[in-house]
């Protein structure tokens, strides 16, 4: 059996483990070795991942071999056959997509298609706001939203019917040339949904910069999409929103 050394290398990541998933239903049951070509590819694409800078100096870092263990890991959880060194991630990503290749396809395309953008954004992500989507998504959305363009044509788009005002607490712009400094756009849809396509100005939500920190804390706090209107529920002091309050994205 090949040997890893993968002693001291970072827990692998939902991303991480959303893509080696993909790998292990394209595989159909059978598991490859590290020798396997599509193990190599994972192997050199989460070595180039934004994150885990320095482990991914090392050696040993997602080597090959360390890949085909990983879908010996993810066999086990999905047949009880397999190696049984099955981490907590492992079960968390298995109880979320099961049985379900299509959607985890969609999903590690996902993924790959923001870690050039995470690249290119050149900077962690706070933990503390990573939504539940994963650390590649989560950097993908905030560079997005952080478009000049986009925000200038949010503001023009809010000015024509009146002052610029946050949608989530309601403050207005300070009376001044530099009121609208504190308006961000938040896009409203769902990452999932927001990757699949060109951002539109419904897509949009204008909020200030302290409740746009706040929607996206609490995002990655109750670990699902949240709507402007549950958002407003938590504001007011509710921890738990209900989903059926879910008015407005």
Same mark, same amino acid.
Request: proline share 4%; with cysteine.
């Given at each position: 059996?090949?040997?890893?050394?993968?002693?001291?290398?970072?827990? &692998?990541?939902?991303?991480?483990?959303?893509?080696?998933?993909?790998?292990?239903?394209?595989? /159909?049951?059978?598991?490859? /070795?590290?020798?396997?070509?599509?193990?190599?590819?994972?192997?050199?694409?989460?070595?180039?991942?934004?994150?885990?800078?320095?482990?991914?100096?090392?050696?040993?870092?997602?080597?090959?071999?360390?890949?085909?263990?990983?879908?010996?890991?993810?066999?086990?959880?999905?047949?009880?056959?397999?190696?049984?060194?099955?981490?907590?991630?492992?079960?968390?990503? &298995?109880?979320?997509?099961?049985?379900?290749?299509?959607?985890?396809?969609?999903?590690?395309?996902?993924?790959?298609?923001?870690?050039?953008?995470?690249?290119?954004?050149?900077?962690?992500v706070d933990e503390?706001?990573?939504?539940?989507?994963?650390?590649?998504?989560?950097?993908?959305?905030?560079?997005?939203?952080?478009?000049?363009?986009?925000?200038?044509?949010?503001?023009?788009?809010?000015?024509?019917?009146?002052?610029? /005002?946050?949608?989530?607490c309601g403050c207005?712009?300070?009376?001044?040339?530099?009121?609208?400094?504190?308006?961000?756009?938040?896009?409203?849809?769902?990452?999932?949904?927001?990757?699949?396509?060109?951002?539109?100005?419904?897509?949009?939500?204008?909020?200030?910069?302290?409740?746009?920190?706040?929607?996206?804390?609490?995002?990655?706090?109750?670990?699902? &999409?949240?709507?402007?209107?549950?958002?407003?529920?938590?504001?007011?002091?509710?921890?738990?929103?209900?989903?059926?309050?879910?008015?407005?994205?």
């Amino acid at each position: 059996m090949a040997v890893t050394h993968g002693h001291g290398n970072p827990k &692998w990541t939902r991303d991480e483990t959303i893509l080696a998933l993909d790998l292990y239903f394209d595989c /159909s049951g059978t598991i490859p /070795s590290g020798q396997d070509e599509r193990v190599q590819t994972l192997s050199q694409l989460l070595r180039a991942l934004p994150f885990h800078d320095l482990a991914s100096r090392k050696e040993s870092f997602r080597n090959p071999d360390g890949v085909a263990f990983k879908l010996q890991n993810l066999r086990q959880v999905a047949t009880g056959k397999g190696l049984g060194n099955v981490s907590k991630m492992d079960r968390i990503v &298995w109880q979320e997509f099961e049985d379900n290749p299509v959607k985890t396809k969609k999903q590690a395309n996902l993924i790959k298609a923001g870690i050039e953008i995470a690249e290119m954004a050149g900077e962690d992500v706070d933990e503390d706001l990573e939504f539940a989507e994963g650390r590649v998504l989560t950097e993908a959305h905030k560079r997005r939203e952080r478009s000049p363009n986009l925000r200038r044509k949010l503001l023009a788009k809010r000015r024509k019917t009146g002052p610029l /005002s946050c949608d989530l607490c309601g403050c207005f712009e300070a009376e001044s040339e530099f009121g609208e400094a504190i308006f961000e756009a938040h896009h409203i849809l769902p990452l999932a949904d927001s990757e699949e396509r060109k951002t539109k100005l419904k897509d949009l939500a204008l909020l200030c910069a302290n409740c746009h920190r706040i929607i996206h804390r609490a995002i990655s706090f109750h670990k699902r &999409w949240l709507t402007i209107s549950e958002a407003k529920i938590i504001l007011r002091g509710n921890q738990e929103p209900n989903k059926s309050d879910a008015g407005d994205r």
